[in-house]
Nanobody
């Protein structure tokens, strides 16, 4: 059974750091695209980071570039978040695109392209 589980969310003050983890089971993360999405109530789910584990291609949304970094090892993907801002508040989801598509450096991950989703982890940044 394909499963993704996020962890590492919490509350932090503006300027602080958090690292989110995404643990995959039931399949290998090798050769797939992993997306990180953020959902703020009242807004659409936003694709902020994408990682193609096959070739290392990454995408970062402008509003997280130079503050967030994605890494992976084995069946884990991490999202390292630094210099957090209040607008980073939201529920963070990792998702896997099992179709074989790869991330594009110039195009955000699209919600509809990802078939397997974690349950989400809440990040709250207070100013």
């Amino acid at each position: 059974q394909v499963r993704l589980v996020e962890s590492g969310g919490g509350s932090v003050q503006s300027g602080g750091s958090l690292t989110l983890s995404c643990a995959a089971s039931g399949f290998s993360l090798d050769d797939y695209a992993i997306g990180w999405f953020r959902h703020d109530p009242g807004k659409e789910r936003e694709g902020i980071v994408c990682l193609s584990t096959r070739d290392g291609t990454t995408y970062y949304a402008d509003n997280v570039k130079n503050r967030f970094t994605v890494s992976d090892a084995g069946n884990f993907v991490w999202l390292h978040m630094n210099n957090l801002k209040s607008e980073d508040t939201g529920v963070y989801y990792c998702a896997a695109d099992l179709s074989g598509r790869v991330c594009r450096q110039d195009y955000p991950p699209f919600v509809g392209s990802f078939q397997s989703w974690g349950q989400g982890t809440q990040v709250t940044v207070s100013s």
